[in-house]
């Protein structure tokens, strides 16, 4: 089920119950091994009770040096431009998540072409660059529309830019809230503002 808002407000269990989110950042290149998921998802129900939702950090699009860690984007627009072993670690990671009842806000993190220390491309200035993440949102929003407690998606993790003007930053994020919108219209979309928040 996704969370469908009501009035401004997020329904738990009908209108009468608001539901505030609350919860903490989990990194996908932590559980690149698979073999801690299931133990930390069950320590932090245990430590941080209260919890109901992580902001699960899983998109590393142009983000990580391979050698260094778990980077996704690739050339092949058929799998969204994300490799299918990032995409094995985050469906792993969304059902334990989610069987332990949690919800999940799906992040995308661009370091390297959301930044202002670069010499190529960037989201910014490269159309291709741009067409093939907000690609990539439309398929991560059609993969993960029949998932339950999807609390929403947010596009781009803190901007790392100081040099680009808010109206282009703000422009990305439309446009990756329409690519998610037009395979999941219900779904909620999460955006900030650059350089960080």
Known sequence: ???????????????????ILSGVNMWLHYYHQLATAAHDVAWLRRAVPSANVIRLVGLYWNDEDPEKGMECATEDASQGYLDPACVAVLDRLIAEATAAGLWVI????????????????????????????????????????????IAGYEILSEPRTRETAPEHVSSLMRDGC????????????????????
Do not use: K, N
């Open 1 to 19: 089920a996704s969370l469908i808002p009501t009035g401004g407000r997020l329904p738990a269990g009908g209108p009468a119950q608001p539901l």
């Open 178 to 197: 329409d690519a998610v919108h037009a395979r999941d219209p219900r779904a909620l979309c999460v955006v900030g503002p650059a350089p960080y928040y």
């Open 106 to 149: 799906l992040t995308a993190r661009a370091h390297y072409i959301a930044d202002d220390d670069l010499e190529g491309d960037d989201l910014w200035r490269s159309p291709t660059l741009r067409r093939r993440f907000l690609a990539m949102w439309g398929w991560v929003a059609a993969r993960y529309s029949s998932y339950q407690r």
